[in-house]
């Protein structure tokens, strides 16, 4: 579905991104893991094509991601970036509705099809019994749903998540997660997601792109990022394993002095 190859990213004497090598297929569930600063939302805003200049190639779908338009960008990847929403003076039902701009022309009407396609968001993300409440009077997991419910809306094969769970409770975190699980195995969405959650990032169903300094320090399956050396090396960190009790999983845990 995407191929990255020798993406770079500079502005003026900064490198934010050195020699991106990806390839991601259909169904695909990649988590990009790194410190602050390393690149990971450059990255996303890149394959969004809203982060510009840079060198190398990126094509969707086989075609590069210049020559897509922009109405036509947003019918095949939807994004869910980091900030919250919650100051858009909409109704939920009224911002849920404005992602599907790209099916329309100035003087097209709304059709039954955009209904359905906003019904079935709703249903998915379990926001519709509050569709008429204000964005501002949401708690942030509810907005972090309608926020997906948005991108579902557009009904694209391939979601970027921007931090999806970032300063939610460990109960919403949860929530969220599963969401985005649903849509990659019951909805067969691809989904790229940056995230600080190493844990979350390490499960079997994943694949983990790490960034360092906006380069690749790693690539790999998802159990295979939970290497002594591998995250010390990431963070500048030491961590200790722990043996999940129930699932036999293995978790990693920052040591503290």
């Known amino acids: 579905m995407i191929k990255v190859k020798n993406l770079s990213v500079h502005i003026q004497d900064k490198i934010l991104l050195e020699n991106i090598q990806l390839d991601i297929s259909d169904g695909d569930y990649w988590v990009i893991v790194g410190p602050n600063g390393s690149g990971k939302s450059t990255l996303l805003k890149t394959l ?32 869910v970036p980091q900030n919250s929403g919650r100051e858009l003076p ?3 039902e009224e911002f849920v509705k404005m992602s599907r701009y790209s099916y329309h022309s100035p003087l097209s009407e709304w059709s039954k ?27 942030g997991g509810e907005c972090q749903r309608v926020m997906i419910a948005a991108a579902l809306s557009q009904q694209t094969p391939l979601i970027l998540l921007d931090e999806p769970t970032s300063y939610l409770d460990p109960h919403h975190q949860v929530e969220i997660h599963q969401l985005i699980n649903q849509l990659n195995k019951t909805h ?17 169903d994943k694949q983990v792109l790490a960034l360092r300094e906006g380069r690749v320090l790693w690539q790999g399956s998802g159990p295979e990022l939970l290497d002594k050396q591998r ?9 200790t394993f722990v043996v999940h009790p129930t699932n036999q999983r293995l978790f990693a845990m920052a040591e503290t002095p």
């Not at 067969?188 to 079997?204: L, Y």
């Open 188 to 204: 067969q969405m691809t989904v790229i997601e940056v995230s600080h959650d190493i844990n979350h990032a390490a499960h079997p």
């Open 90 to 92: 909409f109704t939920v």
């Open 231 to 239: 995250l010390k090396q990431l963070y500048q960190q030491d961590f």
């Open 48 to 79: 969004m094509g809203i982060q510009a200049p840079y060198s190398g190639q990126i094509t969707l779908n086989q075609r590069h991601i210049k020559q897509y338009k922009q109405r036509e960008r947003a019918q095949v990847m939807s994004y």
């Open 113 to 139: 099809q955009d209904q359905l396609a906003i019904e079935e968001a709703l249903v998915i993300t379990d926001t519709q019994s509050f569709r008429t409440r204000l964005m501002k009077t949401l708690s």
